[in-house]
């Protein structure tokens, strides 16, 4: 349920979706993603789904030894699916550095305005930059909210 979820979040399950960063299929997966995978055909759609499935599997073992809760593994590892890895340990890394918890998800939305000034460009616990966040936090409310209407409709048997 979590993955159709995240499919129709990604593609509205049209396999020929493509992003304007290069993103394609039903689970937008990026081109040089496949390839770590070893996926070469994205527009198949076993092919992507198996990309995307082993890609949000890994981050997701990123997160299990982080003290969080189910609930917030899966925040944080749609975060990282949708911003990559690197942001969100900077989002993280400059929570901690600031005395935040950074094993939940809506501490880390809170600071995320900030990652947004020049001055995080001169915090030693941001390595890439600053972040505006805005698609991140939109993404990770929309797949949660699409994921309780299906199983609203779908309940677990």
């Given at each position: 349920r979590m993955l159709?979820?995240?499919v129709y979040q990604e593609s509205k399950f049209s396999i020929n979706s493509r992003s304007h960063r290069g993103a394609r299929g039903l689970m937008q997966v990026m081109p040089s993603t496949a390839e770590y995978y070893g996926i070469d055909d994205l527009l198949n759609p076993e092919k992507n789904l198996k990309a995307g499935t082993k890609h949000l599997k890994r981050l997701q073992r990123m997160f299990e030894d982080s003290g969080m809760d189910q609930t917030e593994i899966i925040k944080f590892?749609?975060?990282?699916y949708n911003a990559g890895e690197g942001r969100i340990a900077d989002c993280r890394n400059f929570a901690a550095s600031q005395q935040i918890d950074t094993t939940r998800w809506g501490e880390i939305v809170r600071i995320i305005p900030l990652m947004r000034e020049d001055s995080i460009l001169e915090n030693e616990n941001v390595k890439l930059g600053k972040f505006q966040g805005y698609e991140t936090i939109a993404y990770i409310d929309s797949i949660m909210e699409l994921y309780d209407a299906i199983?609203?409709?779908?309940?677990?048997?």
């Open positions: 159709a979820a995240v590892t749609l975060a990282a199983c609203r409709i779908c309940p677990e048997a």
